[in-house]
């Protein structure tokens, strides 16, 4: 009878155990609250049992959709969505368990990554690099927008591809937006005030992080130029395993000395700054995300890069190349932002950035120049970042074609005897006008030392000059670590840092 008993109750587990691992398990990223991309396949996935039929019921259409799990347990569809709108559904996903997601919204979904400026929260953080917006309190306290849903992924980094995140989406509201990325929100805003369709954005981003901690393994170890960028992980691996190795050594001598009691000791263990590693963000934040479909792309970073400019003229792009792979969704858009004047940056790294807005496809540069802080690498005005990422996905996604999305950008040069004339693209309605000189302008010959030069606006181009330099060859502007320009066009939007020459510079050669 115990026998019996005994025999009975390990069935019971057993079937316990199989109804468990049979259930239908989801993403955080397909949840309560998610946009889906309008008008288009988008993905749903998960996983359940090997081979065990699922039947999802989509709130927008009258039959449901059926699929089966693949032999590893993974399973994944693509279903198609209506043209966005507030209206709220539903979908049921059903196997041995049901799962019901609610509130579901039809809209725009954009991808927002980056380091620290995309992550910059709209809210204040006391005692924190987190300092808020301009008008914070007044921005949260007005972020009223139920259409606009939020998803933050939580920092995690990783030596091999996850299949998942940690987050949920959110509806807009001042409690949510207090610690979401600013700059998202307000070009998410921006869409949504002028597209009148939900909005989802999804922020996965990470203070202080490289392009090469967001590009896969296999695109660092394929380009001959990324493999100084492997080589140098691998001696900081081996440099903090020898920290490592010495602290328990002292830690073991430390115990020897004080009979096993090491309860005041000064000895600190070295950490690891985890997100600095080549690919171990691309693997832990952005693959795991690279299932739900989306319409694009908006990016801030550049900073922990600068000082090697001229390697980012190749990674930045590499990267991107990588994430298009991923996606499998075409050249989808990909809108990113020039970083701005800090005392700690300097003027390749910028250059790098315009570069790659001519050699990445669908692609566009929002330029900064006019909202830094030589002081301050986190500039509090993110409400005119969101609002040029804006202008460009309106203008090059959404078909407002006659919509002027950038400054003025330098395109050609002619040496007229001892003046330079310096043709631009993006004035079609001119330069704005202003009683105040031209400024940052610099000439120089063919002793290559650049003066101070007099700028003028001639029409549609700027002619330059200098009683210095008889017989000029180039000409910078803004080229320097906290440059002050004053070049707009007439509505209102900066000229990009450039300069006409190729000499070599300090952080502009091959490095």
Known sequence: MIYLKKLLLFFIVLGLKLTASAQVKLPALV???????????????????????????????????????????????????????????????????????????????????????????VGKEEGTWKTGVKNYEEEVQNANFPAIRLFTVLTKASQKPLEDVTGNWAECSPSTIKTFSAVAYFFGRDLYQNLKVPIGLISTSWGGTKA???????????????????EQDAKNEKLFQEKLENYYADLAKERLANNGDISKSQLKKPK?????????????????????????????????????AFLYRSLFPAMVKSWRSEWNQGDFPFYYVQITPHKGQNPDIREAQLMASKVIPN??????????????????????????????AKAKTYGESKLIFSGPTYNHMEIKKQRIKLFFDDVQNGFKKSNEALKEFEIAGNDKVFYPATAKIEGKTIVVSSEK????????????AVPEPNLFNAENLPASPFRTDDWSTENGKKN
């Open 212 to 230: 090469e901690a967001w590009t896969s393994q296999t695109i660092l170890e394929q380009n001959t130029d990324f493999l100084p960028i492997l």
């Open 469 to 480: 330099v008889k017989e000029p060859i180039a000409v910078r502007f803004a080229w320097k």
């Open 31 to 121: 949840g309560s609250n998610m946009v889906l991309q309008q008008n288009s396949k988008v993905n749903l996935w998960g996983w359940a049992s090997p081979n065990e039929k699922i039947k999802l019921q989509l709130g927008w259409q009258n039959f449901p959709v059926e699929v089966t799990a693949n032999t590893d347990g993974t399973w994944k569809t693509a279903v198609s969505t209506p043209t966005g709108s507030e209206k709220n559904y539903d979908i049921v996903i059903e196997a041995s368990n049901k799962i019901v997601l609610k509130n579901i919204l039809i809209g725009e979904v954009w991808i927002c990554s980056g380091q620290s400026n995309m992550y910059f929260p």
């Open 272 to 308: 690891k700054e985890e997100n600095k590693t080549s690919y171990v963000l691309y693997n832990a934040m952005l693959h795991p995300v690279t299932n739900y479909t989306m319409k694009g792309v908006i990016w801030y970073q550049g900073e922990s890069n600068a000082e090697k």
């Open 363 to 392: 692609s566009g540069m929002v330029v900064t120049t006019d909202v830094g802080n030589a002081t301050n690498i986190h500039p509090i005005d993110k409400q005119t970042v969101g609002y040029r990422l804006a202008l460009l």
